[in-house]
């Protein structure tokens, strides 16, 4: 027997390895399987088993089988081969990308001491590599982490390398497995005082010390009302300390014992609905139900504030009382916090949450839950997508227009909502796409009768769509000894005070983090660059420092301009950090809060302050798109669009699209209960036709206008776009191997392809990068041949010694 082996790394294609005969009967299609390539270790996939030897070399055998049942099913293994296919990766890549890390067995080095090494070959060895032999002569073998703690240093590669070449030892590779089980200590009573007579016996008699006997009675009064003691919580009630309780332990009055627990909050399966739809919800809800019996894909195109929520959580009792598994997809991290409080109102431990911000340990454990069926229910960011489900009958993909579903580094560049629609086609199950601005592609599927279609126009409670009010920015008056204009205009200032006055709350929207974008030289113009990116440094406040935002990168404020020696400097534009700060000062004795990438980093830090807008003890919250995707806050009734022209003047061929979902996502937090919702958006350009489309709320006329735009320039819906990136430490060789992969392309086919050309910004972490960008019409198999040959070519280039470093990146369907 053989079997086709997926490995996480970057192999052109899998790889194949016999199986030994004492393995055959464990050997199942999606087990783990521990094999050796280029004498490193790993974990790898069974996708394939076949009896007929490969052609033209000898398998090497499989070392283990790691599991007793597959931990990947058949369908997830033909969503990674379709992603592959699709958008040029390996299905090592997406395997990496879709198995949490402790499934990904890491191989350790251990150092084994060689028996057959004589006192006399010791003698040449300097002082670090003597203590190293030394130690391993006791103990025989050494894990790295252990010679790094003897040397009291991380360094210890070249003292392990002269130790090898000596024979003093060799080196062995074993899988360590990284999941661990969490353990707590769990108390109980004594067996012999479990009746009721022993125990009165015992406190009546009772001779210990007075804190032994609190201890004890505080056990009693917890396990009355918890249930079960857990140790910590024992001693954070009764005050008392461990060896307390290990005195009660010793005496045999309290038992103490480990017991294996789940990282994941513990709910009730229960379904308690307790809402019911309006007339207008009851009847996209039937819609969509019927739109189901012809087609597998439906679009619920309803306004900002329509309720879409509640019919997701209608549709989903369906499927758990179909006994059937679904999945509830969101683009940000942020929407997850509010909308799992509400689906846990609803369906309790029924539903779990998916997302990069939970630890290795808890995605197992999610992994586990959703295998094994316990969760019928997933809430999860696109990574969601590659959970094992068992038997999958919906997915709602929220939000379906939003960029943030299409992953851009590193490897698989997919797009979830397109997965999402093949993986459903695996069970046969539906997917529900919903937004408010949807997608042009999604749109035009739609008129092409390839989705269904449910409109849903009118907001829940009847409650009228916000009022658009602009704001032109050259008519704001500039700050006193400067060009710069006020952050917040008069009239954003006076209406602020008004629903400060009515006891309402107020979001203002920049989708700019940090104090400022950039600094500039007064005197001679010079502006603070990145050493190793094309790109201006943002200046945070908070920390007093100038920040890279692509790589990262902090360094000191500048004080003397390198280029003229002037210590003039100006502060230009403005991003959250700034306006905080601005609000602070124009308005006293209200609460302000900050919501973007820089203050909220933990796992719970959204949720968190989401709870406190809810609970309005923020009176005024200032973010980034954070703040404006789908949140429901029923206070909200002014919203402001501080820099609409930084929205607006992107060079993109999908800026209007953009720039229209934006501010009319940001539009729909306003006035959500009640009284009627006010939106004032500060921009220069007055005229642009976009922003009478966002005042008057209206998608259709929108889809119209940008549709005809997209077909006349032959941008997408109606062709299809493969973006491939070339990166290199050398700009030269960077450019040479763009343009050897566009001459080898055009020699096998006609193409439009555009560039090689550098980007807006054309270096990043210190790799220079050109790329380029094919055109290619609606056809299947002309976009499948364009496909192999890039392919092809690379594999051509990596063959060359030249351009074996630089790294090409495919990105097809780039948002």
Known sequence: MFAEIIIPLYLPR???????????????????????????????????LFHEPPEGFQPKPILSVIDKEPLVYGHQLSLWNWIAQYYLCTEGEVMQAALPANFKLSSESVLIWNDEINEEELQDLDDEEFIVAEALSIKKELRLSEVQQLLDSVHVYPVIKKLIENKVCFIWEELKQKY???KETYITLHPQYNNDEALEQLLND?????RQMELLLAYLHLRSTEGEVIQSALLKKSGATTPQLKALINKKILVAEKRAVGRLPDLHADIRLGFELSVAQQAAMEAIK?????????????VTSSGKTQIYIKLLEEQLNLG???????????????IIRRLQKHFGGNIAIYHSKFNANERVEIWNKIKSGEVKILLGARSALFLP????????????HDASYKQQEPAPRYHARDAAVYYAAQFGARVLLGSATPSLETYLNCQNNKYGLVELNERYGKVEMPEIQLVDLKTVPALPGSNERHILSPQLIQAVDRSMEDHKQVILFQNRRGYSPYFICNTCGWIPHCTDCDVTLTYHKGKNKLTCHYCGKDYPVIQTCVACGSHDFKQKNFGTEKIEETVVETFSNVQIARMDYDSVKGKHDHDALIRRFE???????????MVVKGLDFEHVNLVGILDADGILNFTDFRVNERAFQLMEQVSGRAGRRGDKGLVIIQVSKTNHPVLDFVRRHDYKDFYKFEIENRRLYEYPPFTRLIQVVFKHKEKHIAEEAANILVNGIRQQGKFRIIGPAEPVIARIRNQYLYEILIKLPKDNRQINYCKTLIAQQIIILQTNKRYRSVVIL???DPV
């Open 14 to 48: 899998n790889y194949t390895w016999s199986v030994p005969e004492e393995f055959t009967d464990e050997m199942q299609v999606g087990v783990r399987v521990e094999v050796a390539l280029r004498n490193k270790k790993y974990t790898g996939i069974v996708k394939r």
């Open 180 to 182: 661990k089980e969490k």
């Open 206 to 210: 009772w001779q210990g010390a007075p």
């Open 290 to 302: 019927n739109s189901f019996e012809e087609k597998n894909v439906c679009l619920l195109h309803g």
């Open 324 to 338: 059937k598994q679904a999945l509830y997809m969101l683009p940000e991290i942020a929407l997850t916090a509010q």
């Open 389 to 400: 489900f068992k038997d999958l009958g919906l997915i709602i993909v929220d939000e379906e």
């Open 615 to 625: 609970q309005k003890r923020i009176d005024i919250l200032v973010g980034t798109q």
């Open 810 to 812: 495919p990105n097809v």
